[in-house]
Nanobody
Framework: QAQLVESGGGLVQAGESLRLSCVAS????????MAWYRQTPGNQREMVAV???????IYGEFVKGRFSASRDNAKNTVYLQMNSLRSEDTAVYYC?????????WGRGTQVSVSS
């Protein structure tokens, strides 16, 4: 059964860090290029970070060196280390394939940053 399960979010203060995890079912992960997305109420999801099967990454312009994506192919898991968090990073974070996300999404994980 296709599945995406995100975790690791929480409420932190500006400047602090969080590490998000996403476990994907094999049919989704399958050495595909994966991405982290985020969404705030009333807005479309935006790409945060992309990581290919070999660990190559690209990031949204707003990341500015603060986030780092990684993956463990043996565990079908992708990670997002987020440092120097800002209030504008507050959002629900999701993972999915890239550039074409699967039509099914996980529940996401809420990241809330207080200033």
């Amino acid at each position: 059964q296709a599945q995406l399960v995100e975790s690791g979010g929480g409420l932190v203060q500006a400047g602090e860090s969080l590490r998000l995890s996403c476990v994907a079912s094999e049919d989704i992960f399958n050495l595909n290029t994966m991405a982290w997305y985020r969404q705030t109420p009333g807005n479309q999801r935006e790409m945060v970070a992309v990581i290919n099967s070999r660990g190559g990454t690209i990031y949204g312009e707003f990341v500015k060196g603060r986030f780092s994506a990684s993956r463990d192919n043996a565990k079908n898991t992708v990670y997002l280390q987020m440092n120097s968090l800002r209030s504008e990073d507050t959002a629900v974070y999701y993972c999915n394939t890239f550039p074409a996300p699967k039509p099914y999404w996980g529940r996401g994980t809420q990241v809330s940053v207080s200033s």
